[in-house]
């Protein structure tokens, strides 16, 4: 890997990190802010929420309040740190793309492209994403513990195990968070290094990215597959390549493709979605050159395409 690509993944990784590493501390303030409101939820007589007018309206507080927190907390300047990694990571990619072709050179899609990601990931992290993801999900159970008349003890517990990390692992927002996060800026490397692959001609990939212990099964057949040419993508997909069934891999009876990946992923958007939400690989474009020979002809007389050591014999039934 070329230490611009690897500065790509780590820019990566950084600006996810980043940001998903102060997500406890706002979760732990969001949590004190609706426990010291829910001081004023009325109860009756055995301790019971009661189905009352008043905490009704003591859910559009809390929610209200919690808009504000976002706010307040730093969350929303933990976001814009966040977003400059867009910039940081178009700039790695254009150099990396001037190291395979001399004469690269941005056009307007490509900024188009930026554009409306970043815009994407700004309504996902503070506006609708936050509310239907986050707020939401709180006044939900709030306001259906005021409706059954939940036990108050109860009602504070099921509060916190969803604000805060508990033993059923992150807290919501911290869930949520690390997924926008992690898919905003992967699936904008990916769709800008597409982008310019096609418009470069550009049919040979490496999948790069470190695997952790939640790596699927595809993505550890990818990384040891290292490299794919863009006829092998309808195998990839369907898991039908040795690295894959070397490992065991499954398919999800419900989409046909490997365990984990995306239900919409085709062999055209792969590059963009690859081994489903979350994860932190990428499929940089590579060289021809840059590829083992050996490598290369098999490919090439496997799916029946011309190759510089003479036409290809073999047609791909």
């Known amino acids: 890997m070329s230490e611009i690509a690897k500065k790509i993944i780590d820019e990566i990784q950084s600006a996810i990190d980043g940001f998903n590493n102060a997500m406890p501390g706002v979760q732990r303030k969001m949590s004190k802010e609706v426990e010291l409101m829910l001081k004023d939820i009325e109860l009756d007589s055995t301790g019971k929420v009661k189905p009352s007018v008043n905490n009704i309206r003591l859910v559009a507080k809390i929610k209200g309040r919690l808009d504000t927190l976002f706010r307040e907390s730093g969350y929303t300047k933990s976001v814009s740190e966040y977003l400059n990694a867009f910039g940081e990571i178009t700039n790695l990619q254009n150099q990396y793309f001037r190291e395979i072709e001399s004469s690269f050179k941005p056009n307007p899609l490509l900024k188009e492209i930026r554009n409306q990601s970043v815009q994407a990931t700004i309504e996902s992290l503070t506006g609708a994403g936050i509310s239907s993801n986050v707020t939401k999900m709180l006044t939900d ?177």
């Open 141 to 317: 159970v709030l306001q259906r513990n005021i409706t059954t008349g939940a036990n108050y003890t109860d009602l504070l517990a099921q509060v916190k195990d969803r604000l805060v990390n508990s033993e059923t692992g992150d807290g919501t927002l911290q869930r949520y968070a690390k997924q926008v996060t992690t898919d905003a800026l992967n699936q904008y490397s990916a769709q800008y290094i597409n982008a310019v692959s096609n418009d470069l001609g550009l049919k040979w990939y490496m999948y790069t990215g470190a695997l952790i212990e939640t790596s699927r099964t595809l993505c550890e057949a990818c990384v040891k597959k290292r490299y794919i040419h863009a006829a092998e993508l309808p195998d990839i997909i369907k898991g039908d390549f040795p690295e894959f069934k070397n490992l065991g891999g499954k398919i999800s009876d419900k989409t046909g493709l490997p365990l984990g990946m995306i239900a919409e992923t085709t062999a055209e958007n792969f590059h963009v979605y690859r081994g489903g939400h979350n994860c932190n690989h990428q499929l940089l474009p590579v060289s021809e050159a840059s590829v083992p020979k050996a490598i290369r002809i098999a490919v090439y007389e496997k799916y029946g395409i011309a190759h510089k050591d003479g036409f290809a014999l073999k047609n791909r039934n």
